[in-house]
Antibody, heavy 117, light 107 residues
Framework: QLQLQESGPGLVKPSETLSLTCTVSGGSVGSSIYHWAWIRQPPGKGLEWVGK???????VYTPSLERRATIFIDASKNEFSLKLSAVTAADTGVYFC?????????WGQGRLVTISS | DIQMTQSPSSVSASVGERVTITCRASQYIDGWVGWYQQKPGRAPKLLIYDASSLHSGVPSRFSGSGSGTDYTLTISSLQPEDSATYYC?????????FGQGTRVEIK
């Protein structure tokens, strides 16, 4: 059974870089079938697509975050990561990692990240 | 940029009733639509992919339909455990987008 688990700091200061890692078990991020994605959800609001990456390293981001977001994959550790630079309070929320096949079929439980000094 | 308009924003229905949620895209999206259920404090769960394919393990009372720009999620007979927020998602045109969400409540 595939499992994904987000990890990383729950509190980040404004203007700093948010860093989260998604560790995958029961499957391989090196699969040529799937993409791996990050989605976030501000408190009390809806889902927002952040971006996705393929095992070869090709990544695509939502335009509003493209200048600040980087997703990269580490097949040796079977994990993929998100870095979001120059964060503000608007970046506060729960960050989910997920596998993208025909739909986002497996999700992590989510990691709450608060941007505050 | 493509827009996804989901309606209604909330619906209240009795157990056994039929519930329909709609997503309209501002551009043709060729059936690349997914539907998700999210309960408070939990990660979303995939219900439907490719507009009408039922994800493994999802009860058959959930169904999806649509084509072109208009897509629908139907719960044929609402159950108490279906109380949740539902989201559509398009992945045909970048950027991938979610709808605004529909809160389904049980009367």
């Amino acid at each position: 059974q595939l499992q994904l688990q987000e990890s990383g700091p729950g509190l980040v200061k404004p203007s700093e870089t948010l860093s989260l890692t998604c560790t995958v078990s029961g499957g391989s991020v090196g699969s040529s079938i799937y993409h791996w994605a990050w989605i976030r959800q501000p408190p009390g609001k809806g889902l927002e697509w952040v971006g996705k990456i393929f095992y070869l390293g090709d990544s695509v981001y939502t335009p509003s975050l493209e200048r600040r977001a980087t997703i990269f994959i580490d097949a040796s550790k079977n994990e993929f990561s998100l870095k979001l630079s120059a964060v503000t309070a608007a970046d506060t929320g729960v960050y989910f990692c997920a596998r993208l096949g025909a739909g986002l079929d497996y999700w992590g439980q989510g990691r709450l990240v608060t941007i505050s000094s | 940029d493509i827009q996804m308009t989901q309606s209604p924003s909330s619906v209240s229905a009795s157990v056994g009733e039929r519930v329909t949620i709609t997503c309209r895209a501002s551009q043709y999206i060729d059936g690349w639509v997914g539907w998700y259920q999210q309960k408070p404090g939990r990660a979303p769960k995939l219900l439907i992919y490719d507009a009408s394919s039922l994800h493994s393990g999802v009860p058959s009372r959930f169904s999806g339909s649509g084509s072109g720009t208009d897509y629908t999620l139907t719960i044929s007979s609402l159950q108490p455990e279906d109380s949740a927020t539902y989201y559509c998602q398009q992945s045909n045109i970048l950027p991938t987008l979610f709808g605004q969400g529909t809160r389904v409540e049980i009367k």
